[in-house]
DNA sequence: CAGCGTGTTGAGGA
DNA sequence: TTCCTCAACACGCT
């Protein structure tokens, strides 16, 4: 599921759930490795009598602010699914993770078919956990994704575009799938260098990527795999994909073929045609 | 059977 | 030291 769109589309639904001000009574955890910087125990009595105050995104992580200063941070790493029901999703048992038991009968279910997804424990300001402050802006929320910081970070790399975007110690949020959409909408193509980059390509670049998250977030973000489970929720925004998955397919705009190329270990989707080399 | 993957980290080499 | 590449994580789909 997620990028910046798809975590924003779970924690919307969640702060409309019927988690929402409720006591946690207890938890089941069926695979330990996503609790990272606790245990099995530890992670009960962490999360036992407090309550479910709301729950916030940076990046693409999902933060659960809970009562006494206490916070929860999952990330979804590429499969993991979090919601909010009163029974287990029969055909998905085997993916069950994490139960987080509350007081009025409902659940928060953590499903993650590779388990590679990560849960930590926090007490205080969620800004001040090591894995945030670490993580450069968040291209929806910060103030600091602007032209001055881009102009910034562009000029002192050596990287291709795709490769700095896609660095979530830069900028928070962007994923493979809109990195390549972000890069289509602006004409760039993924190899150019990041510092030759012009200020009116960044201020592009900018209201690009706004606007692009903004109609995915609307549209409930991107759903690719068909076998995702039928208690997920699924977004529409596939349907408007210019590039990713579209290899050899007609350019939306010039009908040459969308070619596929790998950058950083990440399969690239791009039009030569279009999208111009800086 | 082999290759691939919405993400991230860490090891090892240049 | 710094930068880059690649494997690894675990599993299911094509």
Known sequence: MPELPEVQTV????NKSPAIDKKIIGTRVFIKKILKNTSVNKFDIFLKKE???????????IIIKLTNNKNLFVHLRMEGKLFCTKDIDKTNVKHLCIQIMLENGFNLFYYD?????????????????????SMGPDAMLSKKFNVDYLKNIFKHTKKNIKTIILDQTKISGIGNIYADEILFACKINPFSKANALDIKNIKNFISVTTSIFKKAIL????????????ANHTGNYQKYLNVYGRNNEPCNICRKKIVYRKINGRGTYFCEKCQKLL
Not at 11 to 14: D, E, P, S, T
Not at 116 to 123: A, E, L, Q, R, S
Not at 219 to 230: D, E, H, L, R
């Open 51 to 61: 309550k479910i105050i709301s729950f916030n995104r940076y990046g693409k992580y």
């Open 113 to 133: 078919t590779r388990m590679f997804g990560t849960f930590h424990i926090f007490v205080g300001n969620s800004n001040d956990f090591y894995s945030i402050k």
């Open 11 to 14: 924690i919307n639904i969640l």
């Open 219 to 230: 549209y409930k973000g991107t759903t690719i795999f068909s076998y995702m489970s039928s």
